[in-house]
């Protein structure tokens, strides 16, 4: 990239100074976390169990002997026992499994999409902010025509044009988070636009990439950070909600939405099949909460340093 | 202030048009053709064709655009192909009983959210704020649906106090309503509360560290007047955007608490329309939501300016 083609750079050799400055930054690193854990130690217990979360996503299809679809009439609606610590629903399937393979597929669809969208919104935003004039005009009106779009309004319209499937919910968020993302980092940059550093890389010749995504990126990164576990909890949010509303999802895959929706039938006989689902769908969304707030804390603290 | 208000309102009438040909295209794109839902399976060529003459959808998609822009601006806004009603008047019925709603959660949801957001802000860092950050928390990340649910298991079902569903009769009068209203207003009002709450406490924190404070107590200002008069005003200035904002997630909010509730409101019949493929349905819904949306921003953004002396525009 540009180290090699921009020969006015004369800062090379510089080993022996990186072990320190990073053995450096992992102490101030731990510091931070430290200092979040005694000022707010419930966004920490947050972060954790997202982690936990994820953990069960990722192993969790390897502890449970069940299959998440096949039914077994044989164990219907039985209550929560050893065999099934979070009983079983009407067609006699293990509930544990289905919150274990829906929260599989949340985490894919939720995580892919923010990732993209707090992606596009990064490169968007950076260019956008930077170069300023009429292009910067341009995608911010076309930002707030999108933003005058309600969410679950905007994604139901997706749903009808692209048809009901997942990739068109992942589509849809991305569409929804891409300007919200774009105009968080263009904020940050045009406050550090005017910055003397990045004068100083201006004049002295670096490549645009360059002023981007070595300059500016680092400086962006914070606040990029807190935005983007706040889009994480508002897509698992609505990716719930669409699920319980029967969109995007289609029987019997599993869903902590519509798994939700489905219990209702058969409250009053088997209270557990609503109650798991909708547990795991708050615990999920208040944990990447909290851990938005901590990140947001931390943020806070670099700033006051 | 003039010129900023006419500014304003241009960008306002600019998002709109430029929201409509998003949504335009974006109908348009919907799979399966308007004349088999129309007409039906086996219907003839001819009269396919006549019907896609008759509906202008042989035109170039900007001359559609037009038709349909000059159409929806004059009040004639076609007939729903599922319902086969004039859509104006449906979507605008529909629309007041989700402005119904809405009105009702606010009214529940904002005055002990801005107490409650003021006095945890007063009390940063102590018992009642750390009770209060965290139960917002998560109150927030309680889902409508399920919050509904709760409800309605343990308020309608379980104490047997208010009915279960928020079917109203289109003839009922506002007093017969409102039982019916109070659960699925409850749960839009538990998320506002919760929001509105959370912004008026960071408001808070972040005037009283202003250094007026500290001269209003210096000279002698007693502490309620310093905060009523001083502190309340200034910190209450974006929980005005706050509200507006949340009015358009209560739009999306009430597309799912209207279905837990099977209340006849506009997220209902758009969900309805969307499973029909009712192009013309949707194209009205929402774009009247889009401008109650744009309409409350304006509104907030004005209020803003005119209530904010530092402000000055124009």
């Known amino acids: ?305 | 202030m003039t010129a900023y208000l006419i500014r304003r309102v241009l960008f306002f009438g600019l998002t709109l048009l430029l929201t409509s040909l998003i949504v335009f295209a974006a109908v348009r794109l919907l799979p399966g053709d308007v004349e088999t839902a129309v007409l039906g399976r086996g219907a003839e060529p001819a009269a396919r064709a006549a019907l896609r003459e008759e509906l202008g959808l042989d035109l170039p998609f900007f001359m559609q655009y037009g038709n349909w822009l000059s159409g929806f601006l004059s009040g004639d806004w076609g007939n729903s192909y599922a319902m086969k009603l004039p859509i104006m008047p449906l979507v605008m019925e529909r629309l007041g009983n989700s402005l119904r709603l809405a009105l009702i959660a606010m009214l529940i949801a904002v005055p002990p959210s801005v107490l409650l957001g003021l006095f945890a802000g007063l009390n940063e860092g102590k018992l009642f704020d750390t009770v209060f950050s965290l139960g917002s928390l998560i109150l927030v990340g309680i889902p409508e649906f399920v919050m509904g649910i709760i409800l309605i298991n343990v308020v309608a079902l379980g104490w047997g106090i208010l009915p279960p569903s928020a079917s109203v009769p289109p003839d009922a009068s506002f007093g017969e309503a409102l039982p019916r209203l109070i659960l699925p207003s409850l749960t839009a009002a538990a998320v506002l509360l919760a929001y509105i709450g959370r912004l008026t406490r960071v408001g808070v924190i972040a005037e009283m560290r202003r250094t007026y404070v500290r001269t209003a107590v210096l000279k002698g200002l007693r502490w309620r007047q310093v905060i009523f008069k001083h502190v309340l005003r200034n910190a209450l200035l974006p929980t005005i955007t706050v509200i507006a904002i949340s009015l358009g997630w209560l739009i999306s909010g009430l597309v799912v608490i209207e279905n837990v509730f099977a209340y006849p409101g506009l997220g209902r019949l758009m969900v309805f329309a969307i499973q029909q493929r009712d192009l013309p349905l949707i194209l009205g819904g929402v774009m009247i939501a889009v401008t109650v949306f744009a309409l409350a921003n304006l509104i907030a953004d004005l209020l803003y300016a005119a209530l904010n002396p530092r402000i000055r525009l124009g």
């Open chain 1, 1 to 305: 990239m540009s180290a090699t083609s921009d020969p006015s750079k004369t800062d090379t050799g510089t080993m022996p100074t990186i072990r320190p400055l990073r053995l450096g930054a992992l102490r101030r690193r731990g510091r931070l976390l430290r200092r979040l854990w005694s000022d707010a130690p419930i966004s920490v217990i947050g972060g954790v169990g997202v982690l936990l979360f994820l953990l069960l996503a990722l192993i969790g299809p390897y502890l449970t002997p069940y299959n998440p679809i096949a039914n077994n009439f044989a164990e219907r609606s039985e209550t929560p026992s050893l065999a099934h610590p979070f009983g079983t629903d009407n067609f006699g399937r293990d509930i544990l499994s289905r919150i274990i393979y829906g929260g599989r597929n949340i985490f894919a669809l939720t995580g892919s999409a923010t990732l993209i969208a707090v992606g596009l919104g990064l490169v968007i935003g950076l260019y956008v902010g930077y170069l300023g004039g009429w292009i910067d005009q341009i995608v911010m009106r076309l930002i707030d025509a999108l933003l005058a779009l309600p969410a679950l309004l905007l994604t139901l319209l997706l749903l009808g044009a692209l048809g009901n499937s997942r990739f068109t919910v992942l589509v849809a968020i991305v569409i929804l988070y891409v300007p919200i993302v774009t105009r968080v980092v263009r904020s940050v940059v045009l406050d550090i636009k005017t910055k003397a550093y990045i004068e100083a890389a201006e004049i002295g010749g670096e490549s645009r990439f360059h002023i981007l995504f070595r300059e500016m990126l680092p400086a962006v990164l914070p606040t990029l950070a807190v935005e983007g576990a706040l889009r994480f909890s508002y897509a698992i949010f609505l990716v719930a909600s669409l699920g319980f509303l029967g969109l995007g999802v289609t029987r019997p895959e599993p869903d902590w939405g519509l798994m939700v929706s489905e219990a209702r039938d058969w409250y009053a006989l088997s209270p557990h099949m609503m109650f798991f689902p909708a547990a795991a769908i708050v615990t999920l969304v208040v944990c990447v909460n909290l851990m938005a707030d901590g990140l947001r804390r931390l943020l806070e603290y670099s700033e006051v340093d």
